[in-house]
């Protein structure tokens, strides 16, 4: 398996576990798994965060389809699991997130009302760790049952560590796979310099590879996305929003930013389509402040 670190810390298997949180008040630690069938008629996420400073753990998990159909579980007080395998109980649902093999194989178990996961996200290409922050992505195949049906899928799951301040920072992130079996992922924030942003590809049938010079710009109907270009040297993807399935974020002081998040369809200039996810966050005064690098 091929591991590609841009960053400045040892990426290991060790990184699939728990880390010593720091003292911040918004420190956390992220767990990300997304999901979307091949024909881009169903797909989903879930997220685990742990704010251990803030005595809580917030759990996203939801599932949408082409026509519009969207059933969610967001809850932003629940307890921090304990154990090397977190279990997540809130109101009428409960998780469970395991690595099954570090960096090669994670699974995802969720019981809720309208919303029964059991999913394994397995590695496809390899696995990228970011240059800007610890934090490393996965592209993935995904088997499992959705409502006792069976799913076959593909998308990333990721894992971070540190400190998010989702009240002050603006950022696109996205990632989704071709028909012809090459994966994509880009991600570019507001940090007010110019900086090389976090891109790979996955060739059909190979190995993750950094992709260097990329760059985003999108479209908004209102506040809400519409269309976005994702640039990487020698090919441009357009990406269009299928279902939206958004979160609202509080802060501990009460700033309030909103999370459009969306499964997706992708399309390259030479004609090859594909399905992912994408989310342009946005803080207080995103439009105002003139932080949104992708207007």
């Not at 026509?67 to 007080?77: C, F, I, K, R, S």
């Not at 894992?159 to 989704?176: A, E, K, M, P, T």
């Not at 090919?235 to 399935?245: N, Y």
């Amino acid at each position: 398996m091929r591991i590609v670190n841009m960053g400045g810390w040892p990426l290991s298997h060790e990184d699939e576990q728990a880390h010593e949180p720091g003292g911040e008040p918004l420190w956390n630690e992220s767990h990300y798994f997304d999901f979307v069938s091949a024909d881009g008629d169903l797909g989903g996420y879930v997220r685990l965060g742990l704010y251990p400073n803030w005595k809580r753990a917030w759990f996203w998990a939801c599932l949408v389809t082409r026509d519009g159909g969207l059933v969610a579980v967001t809850d932003h007080e629940a307890p921090l699991p304990g154990g090397p395998e977190p279990v997540i109980e809130g109101p009428g649902y409960e998780a469970t997130l395991s690595t099954t093999e570090p960096l090669s194989t994670a699974r995802v178990r969720l019981d809720a009302p309208d919303l029964a996961l059991d999913l394994e996200w397995r590695t496809a290409g390899g696995v990228y760790g970011y240059s800007l922050t610890p934090r490393y992505e996965i592209p993935c195949e995904i088997t499992g049952t959705i409502g006792g049906a069976p799913f076959h899928g593909y998308g990333e799951r990721d894992h971070s560590w540190g400190v998010r301040d989702w009240w002050s920072i603006s950022w696109l992130w996205s990632s989704g796979r071709l028909e012809d079996g090459t994966h994509l992922h880009g991600m570019q924030a507001n940090l007010g310099m110019a900086l090389p942003w976090p891109a790979f590809r996955v060739p059909p049938g190979g190995e993750i590879e950094h992709v260097a010079g990329f760059s985003a710009s999108t479209a908004f109907d209102g506040d809400r996305p519409a269309e976005t270009v994702l640039r990487f040297p020698g090919t441009t993807t357009t990406v269009r929003p299928i279902a939206f399935a958004p979160v609202t974020l509080t802060s501990p002081e009460g700033a309030v930013a909103e999370f459009p998040r969306a499964m997706c369809e992708f399309e390259t200039e030479d004609g090859r389509r594909g399905h992912g996810w994408t989310e342009w966050h946005q803080p207080p005064g995103w439009r105002e402040h003139g932080w949104h690098p992708l207007t």
